[in-house]
């Protein structure tokens, strides 16, 4: 498994995405060194598939982001097909529930031993407020449903969380220093916020808790992504 960082490169999580995977690869060799990790998302396995991921998987650390969320038995399969060439970090939405992540944890086992990705369960969207949250038919402050998605996946055998900057230190302070947080919705000062709703920038989450930050158009949509990438991690 990949080690926790500690210093602030290691500590950014570049998602690319993009339906073309050969840019994909070609900004991940200009990001090399100076992230920890690049991210793979929907779009860009929706579009390339596994082939275009694995050169990405094989350049360095990737963080393979579907945000699995299905019955067991199908989440299962999907885990089992990834972990045959197994990225460092992989997804599932907790509100998935306890059997689905158990279902996930068991196939990345059978599959990958100690090559397993680590399983990160996503809990709230960084894209919902409270609002939209309510909608759904969850009530109340998002922390309350993140903290219950995170308690829940933890126990099913996720061996970290996906969650807003805003609820890192309620998270820490709830579940301790062992659960890796990953936390996207990161944004430096002036950088739009676009479809993000609960963000802050990239010191804050780190200095709330956050093991990685996920950047993603702060890095991509820059004029010299390498630059802001640099700053980014100069600002830690
Ligand atoms: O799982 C994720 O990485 C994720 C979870 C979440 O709640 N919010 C979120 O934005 N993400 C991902 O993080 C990245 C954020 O991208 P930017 O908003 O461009 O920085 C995207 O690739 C999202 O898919």
Redesign the pocket.
């Known amino acids: 498994m990949i080690a926790r960082p500690t210093k602030g490169a290691d500590r950014i999580i570049a998602?690319l995405?993009t339906e073309d995977a050969a840019a994909a690869l070609a900004l991940a060799g200009r990001l090399a060194g100076r992230v920890g990790l690049i991210?793979a998302?929907?779009e860009l396995f929706c579009a390339a598939g596994p082939a275009g991921v694995a050169p990405l998987i094989a350049a360095g650390p990737v963080?393979l982001?579907l945000?699995l969320h299905d019955i067991p038995n199908t989440v299962a399969g999907a885990t089992r097909a990834v972990c045959r060439t197994p990225p460092a970090m992989l997804?599932l939405h907790g509100a998935g529930g306890g059997a689905m992540i158990e279902a996930a944890r068991r196939a990345a086992e059978d599959v990958a031993g100690d090559r397993r990705p680590i399983l990160?369960a996503?809990?709230?969207?960084?894209?919902i407020d409270a609002a939209t949250l309510a909608a759904t038919g969850v009530a109340g402050d998002p922390v309350e449903q993140v903290l219950r998605l995170a308690r829940l996946a933890l126990s099913a055998g996720a061996d970290g969380l996906?969650?807003?900057p805003r609820e890192v230190a309620r998270l820490r302070d709830a579940l301790g220093a062992a659960p890796f947080l990953?936390v996207?919705?990161?944004?430096p000062l002036g950088s739009p916020a676009?479809?993000?709703a609960r963000t802050a920038t990239p010191a804050e989450a780190v200095a709330a808790g956050a093991d990685w930050i996920?950047?993603?158009?702060?890095i991509?949509a820059a004029a010299d992504p390498v630059a802001a990438a640099e700053a980014i991690a100069a600002s830690l």
Do not use: E, N
Request: net charge positive; glycine share 12%.
């Open positions: 998602a995405d991210k998302g929907l963080f982001d945000k997804t990160l996503v809990t709230v969207l960084t894209s996906v969650c807003s990953v996207p919705g990161v944004r676009g479809d993000q996920v950047l993603g158009r702060p991509t």
